[in-house]
């Protein structure tokens, strides 16, 4: 029983950390095909009096990655009914040129305000439109939900290794007479430290198999099952092999790190 | 400094703190001597053994065990130190987790040797400090008198140089403190292991020569 609560007090709080660390990679992933959406979404309605290409374009601003003109024939066509053709011709080229532009990355409000202002002062270009509103209020739903999903884990972690390091700690009370004697007879660090290396090592991969093994269920069976559309379309995103990497590896690497912690604050000085 | 001399203090001065403990000693011990320390309780005896395996570090003056400065040794040279060292300690300091046949072969353990050699050195140590029964037994299971048997056994496993024993007979039985004092005698006369032991008794008989330093008012003085 206590050897139970014993290890369970450290695969708790690493798995903690690991899941943080997945939901993390699993967010960024899943935000990213979002933020990718938001983008595409995304454009500004270009009236011009010259035509422009996307170079031109790109030099006022650099952020813009497409512009595509809207063709002025469907217009014509749809004017020109009832009308002489003479007439629609010259309709014709009276009107101005129209552009829809994307960007390249998703942008902050103020900056495609700038944008659109620096747009603007060109005195090719006679009008920008824009659709700010809900454009904008996603955006900060969305920086919001991401910042406050950051801090959160980073948090989580904080308090989580915090524990880790503090079940190390009793391990290394139980150990301390051994690794004292062992030190006065000599013995290298890895020898003496060898025991709590272990224990906490296997700790580690049994975590980073429970984390995996949680995952793999959302991803295979949960979003299956369900019946919301956007998990389904995200269940890829979910959970990738190479993540079982990134989560041993931090294990690990938090092991190491306590195991350190503990062996070197309770060196000979208790002696 | 000549060879045969393993241990050699001048002006050596030990402290915890501000507190001066041993103050200015001078003493040299050579190969192969069998050295009695006794004291007052408090007077540093356990102390000046800690500086002899680096437990502590002299505060001032100069202390060359195995031509060693003690008051310079890095912590890579002061662990093959102990490596070739056999201490004993008052409260026998086993490790109760592991076998008695294992904390015997604790120095070989640490010097990697095979497990073979562990079992038959195990085997032979035992029969020698007269527990060739106890071999799969816990420390916890055995009397006072028996378990400090194994810690001098666990001390001589791997033929130190040295070997400190601090009140290894402290409060033991008569029989355990024969087997004990006899393994030493034999250390030291047969072996040539040069022998410290802090004791508050020398025992009545004793059959090789040896030394008699008392601490005393912070210093080390030998008795002729
Ligand atoms: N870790 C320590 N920190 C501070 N003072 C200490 C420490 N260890 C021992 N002392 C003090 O140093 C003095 C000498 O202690 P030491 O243990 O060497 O005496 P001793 O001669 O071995 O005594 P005993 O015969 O009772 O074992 C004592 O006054 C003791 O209180
Ligand atoms: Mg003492």
Redesign the interface.
């Given at each position: 029983m206590k050897f139970i609560k014993d290890h369970l007090t450290f695969i708790f709080p690493m798995m903690a950390i690991l899941l943080g660390i997945e939901f993390f990679l699993v967010f960024d992933r899943t935000t990213s095909s979002y933020e990718e959406g938001l983008r595409e979404g995304y454009s500004m309605f270009i009236v011009a009096d010259k035509e422009l290409n996307l170079a031109e374009f790109q030099k006022l601003n650099p952020h813009i990655s497409k512009s595509t003109p809207v063709t002025k024939d469907e217009l014509a066509q749809e004017i020109s009914q009832g009308i002489s053709k003479s007439s629609s011709e010259k309709i014709l080229q009276a009107l101005p040129y129209f552009y829809n532009i994307k960007f390249d990355t998703y942008l902050h409000t103020s900056v495609l305000d700038s944008i659109k202002t620096s747009l603007e002062t060109d005195e090719r270009i006679k009008k920008v439109e824009t659709f700010g509103n809900s454009y904008s209020a996603s955006y900060t739903l969305f920086s919001f939900i991401k910042f406050a999903l950051k801090a959160f884990v980073i948090f989580m972690s904080l308090v989580s290794l915090f524990l880790v390091v503090k079940q190390m700690e009793v391990w290394n009370y139980a150990h301390r007479?051994?690794m004292?004697?062992?030190e006065?007879?000599?013995?290298?660090l890895m020898?003496r430290s060898g025991v709590l290396f272990k224990v906490a090592t296997i700790d580690a991969v049994i975590s980073t198999i429970l984390t995996t093994t949680i995952f793999v269920m959302l991803k295979h069976k949960w979003a299956e099952e369900s019946h919301l559309e956007i998990l389904k379309q995200m269940q890829d995103l979910l959970f990738r092999p190479f993540d079982f990497f990134i989560l041993l590896m931090t294990s690990l690497m938090i092991v190491i790190v306590s195991v350190y912690i503990v062996v070197f604050s309770t060196r000979?000085s208790s002696? | 400094m000549a060879n045969n001399i393993v241990i050699n203090a001048s002006h050596l001065t030990l402290s915890y703190g501000d507190t001066e403990i041993i103050k200015d000693a001078a003493f040299s011990v050579k190969q192969g001597e069998f050295v009695f320390i006794t004291g007052p309780s408090g007077s540093g005896k356990s102390t000046l053994l800690k500086s002899l395996y680096g437990q502590i570090k002299p505060t001032a003056g100069k202390l060359v065990v195995g031509g060693l400065d003690m008051r310079t040794i890095n912590s890579n040279k002061l662990q093959e130190l102990r490596t070739h060292l056999g201490i004993v300690f008052q409260d026998y300091k086993l490790i109760n987790e592991w076998t008695v046949a294992k904390n015997v072969v604790l120095p070989l353990i640490i010097a990697g040797y095979s497990m073979d050699v562990q079992e038959t050195q195990a085997k032979r140590l035992l029969k020698h400090v007269k527990l060739s029964d106890k071999y799969g037994a816990y420390p916890l299971e055995l009397s006072g008198g028996e378990q400090q048997r194994v810690g001098v056994a666990r001390a001589m496993s791997k033929n130190p140089f040295l070997m400190l024993a601090d009140e290894p007979t402290g409060n033991l039985d008569e029989y355990s403190s024969n087997v004990i004092w006899d393994l030493m005698e034999n250390a030291c006369g047969q072996l040539k292991t040069t022998v410290l032991v802090v004791t508050h008794r020398i025992p009545s008989v004793f059959s090789i020569p040896y030394r008699h330093f008392i601490i005393e008012n912070k210093g080390v003085y030998e008795v002729h």
């Open positions: 007479e051994r004292q004697v062992m006065i007879f000599g013995a290298p020898l000979e002696q | -």
